[in-house]
């Protein structure tokens, strides 16, 4: 049974670039959720898709933007990168009508030079 | 804003040794609160708390929720080297049936030496 995976693992962006992180959720699931943990924090809420939209969102900027595909893989975009934008990035999935806790993906390390 | 707070952020000790992780949370209303290991990417989940005062156990680790003062522990008795790793609190946000949006504590770093 796959779980949550990720890619890529590791990816070096200079500032002003832009960037796509790809995520396939667990065997079964339908929901998607991204975060971004930056070193030495917890991981912060990003946004949520379920059924190929964007339902919840956290306190990030319009820079940050995904999708989610009718396999339930989804993407998330980072474009005009920052320094401060270097963080863990985070996918996580569940199954919209079981109340079970998230699965995570072993994340996508961005580096912004 | 929802607040979750960890304490202590890092803490040392040797194998056999017991530990107290504490999550203190500042959140209107929550549904549930939940305990996440990080070893060294992907969060695992330990434990899900949803009523104040039912333990929650699976080996040697164990938790506990109290709603009405606001804060779980997460304890590990006779730890051992595998223990280390981040620790990680989570509040779930009320309504909906999904549990995407988790509100994180800044986790607590155990490390075990043998």
């Known amino acids: 049974d796959a779980g949550v995976t990720q890619s890529p693992t590791h990816l070096i962006k200079t500032r002003g670039q832009q960037v796509t992180l790809r995520c396939s959720p667990k065997?079964?699931?339908?929901?998607v959720s991204w975060y971004q943990q930056a070193l030495g924090q917890g991981p912060q809420f990003i946004f949520q898709y379920y059924e190929e939209e964007e339902r919840q969102r956290g306190n990030f900027p319009d820079r940050f933007s995904g999708h989610q595909f009718p396999n339930y893989s989804s993407e998330l975009n980072v474009n005009a990168l920052l320094l401060g934008d270097s963080a863990l990035y985070l996918c996580?999935?569940?199954?919209?009508?079981?109340?079970?806790?998230?699965?995570f993906g072993n994340g996508t390390r961005l580096t912004v030079t | 804003e929802d607040k979750v707070v960890q304490s202590p952020l890092s803490l040392v000790v040797h194998e056999g040794d017991t530990v107290t992780l504490n999550c203190s949370y500042e959140?209107?209303?929550?549904?549930?609160l939940l305990w996440y290991k990080q070893e060294k990417k992907a969060p695992t989940f330990l434990f899900m708390l949803t009523s104040s005062g039912i333990e929650k156990k699976s080996g040697r680790l164990s938790s506990i929720l109290d709603k009405k003062e606001l804060f779980s522990i997460l304890n590990i008795t006779a730890t051992q080297t595998g223990d280390s790793a981040i620790y990680l609190c989570?509040?779930?946000?009320?309504?909906?049936?999904?549990?995407?949006?988790?509100?994180f504590g800044q986790g607590t770093i155990l490390t075990v030496h043998p």
């Open positions: 065997s079964g699931h339908d929901t």
């Open positions: 989570a509040v779930v946000p009320p309504g909906g049936t999904s549990y995407g949006k988790l509100t």
């Open positions: 959140v209107t209303n929550f549904r549930s």
């Open positions: 996580a999935s569940s199954h919209e009508r079981y109340n079970s806790p998230l699965h």
